[in-house]
């Protein structure tokens, strides 16, 4: 007998390789492995398939020797056959499991078992932590909140050995606040051979040790301030500088400060930097109408090198007025608005002076530098406020004016409403029926039966305006006096305070306590009246006491 046996060629006998029989010799030849399993047909063998690209399979069953064919959808055409591969399997050299062949002839279990690819990687690692300003050494140093993602990239940059990796997963694991430890919890790859990569996961341990910065040691050591920023305000209370001090805090400007110390008329600011300084005095400029002198001290001098050393200090003056002050406008500035009556009504304090005038029923508004080109200061403040009953109101027909000029811009924000007001003394209530006529500004605020803070002009003792008694009305009403529901009703909001250093004169606290503690409680009494001023600083809810 004679057999044939016919082969399709196609690109010739292959590379140079130890031949397995003659159905690898030429490619796309049918695959026939031999099989004795009782399944129909194997599980493993459907592996086999799908990954060798098989075409058939030949078995031996009970009924005999049958031929499979697996469907089109067992296969997959898209990959290309590979060289001499065979649905064969080899026992691993370690555990004896069978596998394909690989180039150590190792499954993949007793190969993780005997590599480590998280070897030259720490496990423990270090971070520096200034306990007074709360930042991480990087370097340099920097904020980064409890398990954020700023301080996870910082931990990993002190853990060596990751370049040699790939991280596949990084996350913190929750420890003790007081354990001062920062656990990490790390998945990598790596290849360990040729297509081969092995996944391993491991815990870090890093500890957080206190480390000064430089910033806070200069707030240690005396003299190592550059500049210093002092804002005084010439009146005797501080409920200017409170807003301040809350409009600083709300922006951050005292980031840059190395220590803070307070004055009885003021806020002294100390910087390392010249120019944190200045960016300091150009911030407080474009809040408040302001004035700024400077003036700088010898410290050190090298002539050699014709270097020398200064200390700069800037004296930042805030003008002597406030909101809700009556001011006496001098002649020169009463003609550059345009005729408006000799005193007026401080309505609003910004980077501009607001003036209302409650005679001729107008309004203006003065910029910094036409207010210390004619300076003005106060003729009445709070203290001199006295308290009205409304007995009847009554609608004016006369429009609110608005007039500007080349040194004034227009006050498009005030809309008020006049009406005529017949008003009685608080302590004359019930007693006499001596009332008082006058015209006010808060029409659309005020109703009968309400308590206004008035300025009473005809008890004033003031020199510029003695020979201008008849022109002046008899009373000018400031505003609605707002009254609680309770007596000792508490606040369930609170504002933050810079940091400052005390006073070193004893004396002078005890004396100036009890002024500032009147002086904050008026300002925060201010915030609940005015929601415009409330709006541009930051208020905290101060937290809930549960009572057992």
Not at 204 to 227: A, F, G, I, R, Y
């Amino acid at each position: 007998f004679f057999f044939f046996f016919f082969f399709q060629a196609e690109d010739g006998i292959r590379d140079v390789e130890r031949s397995r029989g003659l159905g690898d010799v030429y490619k796309r030849q049918p695959k026939y492995v031999i099989c004795e399993c009782k399944l129909w047909p194997p599980k493993y063998l459907l592996k086999c398939i799908k990954k060798y690209h098989i075409i058939s399979l030949r078995m031996n069953t009970d009924q005999g020797r049958v031929i499979y064919e697996p469907k089109t959808e067992d296969l997959l055409p898209s990959v290309p056959l590979p060289a001499a591969s065979h649905a064969t399997f080899i026992k691993c050299c370690m555990c004896g499991t069978a596998i394909p062949p690989t180039a150590g002839n190792t499954c993949l279990q007793c190969l993780s078992s005997r590599t480590d690819i998280a070897e030259g990687i720490t496990k423990q690692a270090l971070l520096h932590l200034c306990k007074q300003c709360g930042r991480y050494l990087a370097p340099p140093w920097v904020t980064c909140e409890s398990e954020s993602k700023e301080l996870l990239a910082l931990c990993l940059k002190k853990i060596k050995g990751l370049n040699r990796v790939k991280v596949i997963d990084a996350a913190f694991i929750w420890t003790e606040p007081h354990s001062r430890k920062i656990k990490l919890k790390l998945t990598i790859q790596k290849e360990v051979r040729a297509q081969l990569v092995l996944q391993s996961t491991f815990t870090v341990e890093l500890s957080v040790e206190n480390m000064q910065c430089d910033e806070c040691k200069k707030t240690w050591t005396p003299h190592t301030w550059n500049s210093a920023v002092q804002l005084r305000q010439r009146v005797n209370h501080k409920r200017t500088i409170y807003y301040l001090e809350q409009i600083i805090l709300k922006h951050g400007m005292h980031s840059k400060t190395i220590n803070v110390k307070e004055m009885p008329d003021g806020i002294d600011f100390f910087f390392a930097n010249k120019s944190h300084a200045v960016i300091f005095n150009d911030f407080l400029h474009s809040q408040i109408i302001s004035k700024v002198r400077q003036s700088k001290q010898l410290v050190s001098a090298d002539l050699s090198s014709n270097n020398y050393n200064y200390k700069n200090t800037y004296y930042i003056e805030v003008a002597p007025v406030c909101r809700e002050d009556l001011v006496f406008i001098p002649p020169k500035l009463q003609k550059e608005l345009g005729g408006s009556s000799a005193i007026c009504l401080i309505s609003k304090m910004t980077s501009m002076i607001h003036l209302l005038d409650p005679i001729k029923r107008k309004t203006y508004s003065i910029d910094s530098e036409s207010y210390w080109s004619h300076e003005f200061k106060s003729i009445c403040t709070r203290e001199h406020l006295s308290e009205f009953i409304i007995i009847n109101i009554e609608p004016s027909d006369y429009k609110a004016a608005r007039m500007a000029t080349h040194t004034s811009r227009i006050d498009e924000s005030a809309n008020y409403s006049y009406a005529d007001v017949e008003l009685q003394r608080i302590s004359d209530f019930g007693v006499n029926d001596n009332r008082v006529f006058a015209t006010t500004h808060l029409g659309n605020v005020l109703k009968i039966d309400d308590r206004v803070l008035c300025y009473e002009i005809a008890s004033l003792n003031c020199q510029e305006i003695e020979g201008l008694t008849k022109e002046l009305p008899d009373l000018i009403i400031v505003k609605k006096k707002r009254m609680r529901k309770r007596a000792n009703q508490k606040r369930i909001w609170k504002l933050k305070q810079i940091e400052k250093e005390p006073m070193e004169d004893t004396k002078v606290n005890k004396k100036l306590e009890e002024r500032n503690e009147k002086d904050y409680e008026e300002f925060l009494e201010e915030l609940e009246e005015n929601p415009e001023l409330r709006s541009k600083i930051d208020l905290y809810r101060v937290p809930l006491q549960l009572t057992m």
